[in-house]
């Protein structure tokens, strides 16, 4: 399974915005070691926000605030989610007597409030912005205009679930599986096929969400463009053997 081959450097670590649901001028870009259990990352919010570990639920946004996942799984280590420098972590405190809820630790009428101008933001290093003005110097297509939602929607109006199918380039046949846009990858919609033969990059499963079922290394993600249904009957593997 995809999990299972999952490789983290160690000390490797990320960059991350991190919001709250009720504290909604909490607002910190925090740094994580991607080896951290997702349990571990809660403990260490939890000592800078005042939800409690129990009572928190996270979801990680993309840089363009597309929901990427939930954190559902405390053990996994952060890693396994596919956070990237930039990406916001938001926190959902589900306890209504929380110490934040009612947004009482927000009424700072009273507080001198501490402000920084455009220009001293600007000469900070290690800020979310500098990063994106670094990435966007080295890779401009990566900032191009985000994919819409409805991307390839309407050529997947003939592809449904069980048909049988052909994947071009490759000639790979197999039955289509998923049809819908998949929340762990990018905008648009997808095609999920369980090859005949082990051509697949996984199980049908993407990122820790499972979009389908299907043998080892016999599921993929294909974007419909790729994809041709119709009568694609499984190979016989000796059909092209000369005799």
Sequence with gaps: MASSRLQIQPDEAVLLRVTHSNIKSFSADIRFSLQSSVEAVKDKLWR??????NSMQLELYDDANSKISSLTDDSRPLGFYSPFDGYR???????????????????????EKYSISEEAYDKRDGTVRKFKEKMAAQNPSAFAPKIKDDYMEDLCANIKVGDRCEIDPGEKRGVVKYVGRAESLTPGFWVGVQFDEPFGKHDGMVKGVRYFDSPPLHGAMIRPDKVKVGDYPERDPFEEEEI
């Design 89 to 111: 972590l938001h926190i959902i405190d589900l306890d209504p007597s929380s110490v934040t809820a009612g947004g009482w630790l927000e009424d700072i009428s009273s507080v």
């Design 48 to 53: 800078k926000c005042g939800t409690s570990v």
